[in-house]
Every structure is written in C-alpha cells, then in structure tokens.
C-alpha cells in the first residue's frame, strides 16, 4: 500500500505562484509513473502533469504547459508541481497520484488551490 500526501495549496492572486509537494511512503514498488491531476468544481477530473519516476520524462496538459513544472526527488519519494503565472481558471482541488504499471493506483486527499482575479 503506498499513501500519498499532498501540501502547499492555498490562496494567490492572479499571476502568483505556488509549489505543490506530495510525499509518498515508502514502498516496495517504485512508481513507473507519478501525476498530478485537478478537478474543478462541476468539472471532470484532468491530468495536469505526470513525470517517469526512473527518466525523469515529463508531460503537460497544453493549458499549463510554460507555467507549471513537475519534478521528483527520488531519495525522499517526493514529487513536485510548481506553477507560476496562475489564473483563476487553474482554481482546483490538485491531487498526486501514483502509477505502478498501466494505471493510477494509489492516490492522495487532494490540496486546494484558489486563484483569485
């Protein structure tokens, strides 16, 4: 079982930053891939980022792509999404997620980002 632990929302302004962190636990298995993914309020969920854990290759949905970076520590288990030049249109609940082989497995308690105009 791995648990997953998302920090770092919160509340910013238009054009403002923040740095998402999620720590994983330690496990017997090493991800094949983490993500992170948001869901807006009466939106489908969307895979923002994902990033290979042993590569280092990453993706981006097109709405973030130049704003958000996602990256990993492997010694500690912790992945990272920093996003820069927020707009309200990015206010969701962002959740991590750990991919194991073909699917996304385990998943965290989401944090909350507010991004106000």
């Known amino acids: 079982q791995v648990q997953l632990v998302e920090s770092g929302g919160g509340l910013v302004q238009t054009g403002g930053s923040l740095r998402l962190t999620c720590a994983a636990s330690?496990?017997?298995?090493?991800?094949?891939?983490m993500g992170w993914f948001r869901q807006a309020p009466g939106k489908e969920r969307e895979a923002v980022a994902s990033i290979t854990w042993r590569g280092g290759f990453t993706h981006y949905v097109d709405s973030v792509k130049d704003r958000f970076v996602i990256s990993r520590d492997k010694v500690n288990n912790i992945t990272y999404l920093q996003m820069d030049s927020l707009t309200p249109a990015d206010t969701a609940v962002y959740y991590c997620?750990?991919?194991?082989?073909?699917?996304?497995?385990?998943w965290g308690q989401g944090t909350q980002v507010t991004v106000s105009s």
């Open positions: 330690r496990s017997t298995v090493s991800p094949y891939i």
């Open positions: 997620a750990f991919r194991p082989a073909r699917t996304f497995d385990y």
